[in-house]
DNA sequence: GGATAACCGAGACGGTACGTCAAGTCTTACG
DNA sequence: CGTAAGACTTGACGTACCGTCTCGGTTATCC
């Protein structure tokens, strides 16, 4: 375990990670993710450079913080305003899986073209493509847990017969994220609401005449 | 006209272009997109600088001329190979779309599996999600001829009533171009043949019970 | 009165004082002067930064006292050795100049040569060279003392007639120190007992014919 | 001979040269030694730091060549200004040693004085008495020819019988250069004409009664 | 004998400069 | 004129220390 003996951690200074967060996530928006250099996020953020480099391995590494933390507190943010006392953690479930499913959707895709969102999460899934290491997180830390949402509502549909049995949930999720995702970011076409309604309807019935 | 007096194309040295597109797709399989430098590309070509910067205007445009000279030689190659004249521009059509889709599919993660191509086209794919230009020329120049030949062999199926009439090809097709591409590029799930047939099977038969 | 609420030296730690002379001195000869620094002196110390910072204000200041603190030790074993009482403070005066100088002359020449010493005190005259203040008190603590010896010593001489009236012995003096100075810190020659005797004898009696 | 493919010296920038010299003095002048950074140096050059890695490797380096640099041209001015074709390069014989050895430490004692080369020859100094590498080139290149001219005079003067047969002109030189070093380095005492005249004057006759 | 103020070790912090790398431009000499 | 070569300015890299600033944890008097 031959680790640069790693930092303390109970010592360390919030108000200086806030604040790498905030400049991170500004310019990945002002710059894009190519242009943006950790001189320039300790610079705006009015932090020394090694205080980036103790706490943090990398450029993608600061901004996947950064995002997480981003996502928690908008999720947090969300279920206050609806009144809740605790994170909303599953698609919503009322018994007809096809509405469900458009409702999710079209949430999904108003995120991707919030640019608030597009610009961290476009330059982590770029970042991910290439760097494995990266990734790996990402994946695990982000999409992981949404897809497994939709894992859970399937296998609900599938005990009330609105899903073949024999399908595999962790496959079928695919047929509307997959598509979702190359929209947003291979711009094969364009993201509207009543694409995520199609997607769901032609993912449901297939595209074999019934 | 303030244009920098664009180069004389019909001098250009043959031999040097060749060099460098040897150089950058050894390259970009060898040290990863980030760490390829235009310095090193140039030094393994065995040519200056200047000759990179005259015909190309930027590290990824240089990659994604290099990948579409692999392409084509590659797709020529396999034409050769099967005895064909000229080069296989279509999905095969048996009449039946479920084999012929699967037949494709399997093919599609072959090449994603195989490194020669992966490592570029990973590359410029993720290139491409964060700089707008380049991923339009990636679309226009790869994806979008790919996809037209879905687009043909689905409508050829519409007409022979294997695929519901109201289903849009441009659509569809999507089913399984986004969770293949989501597979590989994000790497959601291992990419197997089976994985292929599976979304060929529910794409076309849907996942609710018929 | 802006004055940092001096620190007060009654509760000083004399562990750590003495672990930071010993640093510095070793480290001095290790690395040499410029690649001392004052966080490597601290961690070779097992001190904090601050234990240095708060009684000295810069890497010289903490060299010198470290290396007064040598000399002192130095001479006192010397005398403790010689079994006298007190330490010795002035050049032996047997009556013969030309004997006397020659043998101060040549422990001089051998504490130059000794690396225990050398370091510390070229390093400290080098930064003295350049830094004013340093300088100043480097003569004031250790030079001074040393040159005022041999002007006891010249006067004692001038009154039994062995050195002219009119010679003043404040430059007279610097015919034997400056040269071994100048060989010492400029590498101008060697630096041998023979030297310091032919020294001795030029000085004493000119280099023109008699 | 594992040298880092040394730069092409016939294409190097003679205007970046002259102007790195320049801010170099400039700089050691204004802010000293030890607080001229090589940025500062290729910021007020107007210059890449990477011209200056290329050319130099260390601060002192480019200090020493620039100081060269300025002693060349001093010399140069001064032979010119004189009407003379060639540079000086003699200390003037007039038969009389005495007077000739005044002369020429009366102009050191002028140069010592002279901000303009007291600055980056103090610097140099310095830095050479703790970097042996530097101070053998400084030894070299600037003291050792001065120190020869003494050599010759010595022995043009022995030839005349103006200084004793058993004289080693090489040691005898040291006497006068000896002190007036360490007054101009270790501020050991006032450097003014009266004494230079006062060396030369016990170091030909000595200080013991005639 | 318990409070309390200092020093102490440790080390995070905002900074500056380091020496290196590569970007993109410009110049030179050759074919 | 295109080319190989490579020096140039620029700017970011990741590292090393600077000197300042907490943070707990010992001491070490002083009430």
Same mark, same amino acid.
């Given at each position: 375990m031959a680790q640069k003996t790693a930092p303390d951690s109970t010592r360390r200074s919030e108000r200086s990670r806030r604040a790498i967060y905030d400049a991170a996530l500004a310019l990945v928006g002002e710059v894009g993710y190519g242009k943006m250099t950790i001189e320039a996020i300790a610079a705006r953020a009015g932090v020394g450079k090694q205080t980036i480099y103790r706490w943090w391995p990398s450029k993608s590494a600061v901004l996947l913080d950064a995002f997480l933390d981003l996502s928690e507190q908008a999720s947090a943010e969300l279920s206050a305003k609806a009144g809740l006392d605790e994170v909303a953690t599953a698609i919503p479930d009322t018994g007809d899986l096809e509405t469900d499913l458009k409702y999710v959707l079209r949430a999904t895709v108003d995120e991707m073209i919030n640019p608030k969102f597009d610009a961290p999460a476009r330059a982590l899934a770029a970042e991910g493509v290439v760097n494995e290491q990266l990734g790996r997180e990402f994946l695990e830390k982000l999409l992981e847990p949404q897809l497994q949402l939709y894992v859970d509502r399937l296998r609900s549909a599938q005990e009330r017969g609105?899903? @073949? @049995?024999?399908?595999?949930p962790r496959v079928a999720l695919e047929l509307w994220t997959g598509p979702l995702a190359q929209r947003w970011l291979q711009r094969v076409g364009p993201l509207t609401h009543e694409y995520a309604d199609t997607l769901v309807e032609y993912a449901l019935y297939g595209i074999a005449p019934r």
């Open positions: 609105q899903v @073949a @049995a024999h399908i595999d």
